[in-house]
Structures are given as C-alpha cells and as structure tokens.
C-alpha cells in the first residue's frame, strides 16, 4: 500500500490556491478539469517533497488535492475534508480482506479501479488500484453503493 494524497474541498478556487500556493509555498503539479463532471481537481506538492513526486511511478504522491464543483453546496464544517487516497496492488483482495474483516464497502471497486470505504471514525478512505484498472469481476460489478462516502 501507497499512501497518495489527502482531498479537500474548496469553495473558491482562486482564493485557495492563492493560500495554499502563494502563502504555504505548495505547487501545483496537475490540473483535472471534468466539465461533465462538473468540478476540477488541482493536485499541490510540497517544495521538499518534489523529489518523491518525481521518483512516484503511476499516481503522483505525496499530494494534496483540492477539489472545487462548480455547482454551490453547503458541506459544512465537517465537508471539506474529503478523504485519505491509498494505491493497492490488487483492489479485489484489498476490498475482500476489508470485507471479511466486517467493514463495509461503501463504493464497491466495480470498475476494477475504485473503492471507498470509511474509518470508524467515518473518515473516507479512497483504494485505488495501482496501474491499469482490473478486469471487472463478480461480486463487486453487481454490488451496490452502501451509505455514503
């Protein structure tokens, strides 16, 4: 297991960036803008991390992610922290292992890429496969959403 990233949301992108970058120092290293999706993604580095960013095969890590839709909704204060992002070598084992253990899947990996599940604390975890997405396979493409993420 890879740690990635950790994701939160901003109301005003501009001004974030402003903070994170011209104040703290971050820098951006990638833009993800989704107009079906409706939101963009700008991933910063820490200066002293650029050399890790730069030896990360696949996903870049360490990062931060601020995620800014375009469509206004009030997360409160507890919203903005989005969650932790973890690359797994193999998303079914990790998901079934989780599974066993008694925790939900609450974003089943049925694309063979992507999975959620959250804390006892209810912190959202992102698993993410490392590399190509896998095969889709049963039990995980019929699975539903359980809760929320």
Request: aromatic letters at 10%; glycine letters at 6%; proline letters at 7%.
């Amino acid at each position: 297991m890879r740690y990635l990233h950790t994701m939160l949301r901003v109301r005003n992108l501009d001004v974030a960036l402003k903070f994170y970058c011209d104040a703290l120092g971050l820098k951006e290293v990638r833009r993800v803008n989704n107009e079906k999706g409706r939101f963009t993604l700008v991933f910063l580095c820490a200066p002293e991390d650029e050399p890790l960013l730069a030896q990360s095969k696949g996903r870049g890590q360490p990062l931060l992610e601020l995620t800014y839709n375009y469509d206004e909704e009030d997360y409160g204060e507890a919203r903005y922290f989005g969650h932790l992002a973890y690359e797994v070598d193999d998303i079914y084992a990790t998901c079934s292992r989780l599974q066993n253990m008694g925790i939900v899947i609450n974003r089943p990996p049925r694309d063979g890429q992507m999975a959620f599940v959250r804390s006892p604390d209810h912190q959202s975890i992102e698993l993410l496969q490392k590399g190509d997405a896998l095969p889709p396979k049963e039990p995980w493409v019929s699975m539903p959403n359980t809760g929320h993420w």
